[in-house]
Nanobody, 118 residues
Framework: QVQLVESGGGLVQPGGSLRLSCAAS????????MGWYRQAPGKQRELVAV??????NYADSVKGRFTISRDNAKNTVYLQMNSLKSEDTAVYYC?????????????WGQGTQVTVSS
């Protein structure tokens, strides 16, 4: 069984920074793509950033402000969020495509709330 556990959300003022972490654990052969998605109230879940062996990709709305990185030895992905805006307020979800003894599957974390407000 594989679990993704997120941490690092919270309340921050506009212009502030937060760093999210997501650690994968369990029966893991390898991790392919890892990424962050977010869902604001009344809106659909959207891609924020992804990272794979080929590089990174970001939503236009966060380019230049957010940075995704990963530590393969720790099976962990990070999202450094700078210059936060009120429109970044959402529940942030970690996602990973993970190869296990039973095959490769997509997994989701439980979500962590990020609130940007003065």
């Amino acid at each position: 069984q594989v679990q993704l556990v997120e941490s690092g959300g919270g309340l921050v003022q506009p212009g502030g920074s937060l760093r999210l972490s997501c650690a994968a654990s369990g029966s893991i052969f390898s991790i392919n793509v890892m990424g962050w998605y977010r869902q604001a109230p009344g809106k659909q879940r959207e891609l924020v950033a992804v990272i794979a062996s080929g590089g990174t990709n970001y939503a236009d709305s966060v380019k230049g402000r957010f940075t995704i990185s990963r530590d393969n030895a720790k099976n962990t992905v990070y999202l450094q969020m700078n210059s936060l805006k009120s429109e970044d307020t959402a529940v942030y979800y970690c996602n990973a495509n993970i190869a296990t003894p039973r095959g490769a599957y997509d997994y989701w974390g439980q979500g962590t709330q990020v609130t940007v407000s003065s």
